[in-house]
């Protein structure tokens, strides 16, 4: 199984987006431990979403539509449709 996830940072006050394969909390831990990129900004990253797809293609093409709408209260309306 693919997801497309959606992070919060209570701190950052910010949503990061993105796709992996199942189970989400290997790539949480990734997002949480030192490395380089946006979420290394932060060190609270929760996960508020996740959509499971049948490909990786799938989750991808939905990050990607997430991202393209840029717009903080499209992704707070999908959160309140399906929490995680």
């Known amino acids: 199984m693919f997801l497309c996830y959606i992070l919060y940072s209570k701190s950052l006050d910010k949503f990061y987006v993105g796709h992996c394969i199942a189970p989400i909390e290997e790539r949480l831990r ?3 431990a030192n490395h380089r990129g946006f979420t290394a900004k932060a060190k609270d990253w929760v996960v508020v979403l996740l959509e499971p ?3 990786k293609a799938e989750a991808y093409a939905r990050e990607r539509f997430i991202k393209a709408q840029k717009s903080r209260p ?6 309140e449709r399906f929490p995680a």
């Not at 499209?74 to 959160?79: D, G, Q, R, T, Y």
């Open 30 to 32: 990734r997002h949480l």
């Open 53 to 55: 797809f049948d490909s």
């Open 74 to 79: 499209f992704i707070e309306a999908l959160i």
